[in-house]
């Protein structure tokens, strides 16, 4: 009669399943993005879009807002442009936007974003239910891009992160998403 299977043999066992069914490991990191997003696209309010966002800026913008409405820091501070350059100011603005957009982000939120957006683009969030605005830059990581699109997050003071900039509109599409005055 076998003893007991050896704890490195179950693991091994369980990675040779997974890479099996995942069909390699690439393939199965970009399903499991899909399934988190299909999954955060289901559980939240659909986003509204005034503007030209690329794909992309556009999917980032989505993963900010989805995770204010979850109130989780760590996964709102994972989208930050320069975690490392500048890591306590991430984490006190991804605390500082819970606090002041937790609850207008679980609601209605429309996105403009403002000029083109090859590399960089100024987005501007209405949340409706709360009548609250917020403004914020995505742009292009990594010496040339590699990094992907990421989110813009130098606000530790509580004030500066709740401000709205004079010069945004009331509504969505007021400027023609272009800005004018800065």
């Known amino acids: 009669m076998a003893g007991p299977v050896p704890r490195a043999a179950l693991a091994l066992r369980a990675a040779l399943v997974s890479v099996v069914a995942c069909g390699g490991l690439t393939a199965c990191a970009a399903d499991e993005e899909k399934l988190q997003y299909a999954t955060d696209y ?6 509204g879009v005034v503007g030209y966002p690329t794909s992309e800026s556009l999917r980032i913008t989505q993963k900010l807002i989805w995770r204010l409405a979850d109130g989780k820091a760590p996964e709102v501070e994972s989208l930050a442009a320069d975690p490392d350059d500048a890591k306590g100011d991430v984490e006190r603005t991804a605390r500082n936007w819970i ?12 996105a403009e974003f403002y000029d083109e957006g090859s590399v960089r683009q100024l987005v501007v969030v209405y949340f409706h239910d709360t009548g609250q605005t917020k403004s914020f830059v995505v742009r292009l990581t990594g010496s040339t891009g590699e990094d992907g699109w990421r989110v813009t997050m130098r606000e530790p003071d509580p004030k500066q992160a709740s401000a709205t900039p004079d010069w945004v509109p009331r509504t969505p599409g007021a400027l023609g998403s272009k800005t004018t005055t800065r």
Do not use: D, I, Q, W
């Open 42 to 47: 289901a559980n939240h309010e659909p986003l």
């Open 99 to 110: 606090r002041s957009f937790h609850e207008g982000a679980k609601g209605k939120v429309t």
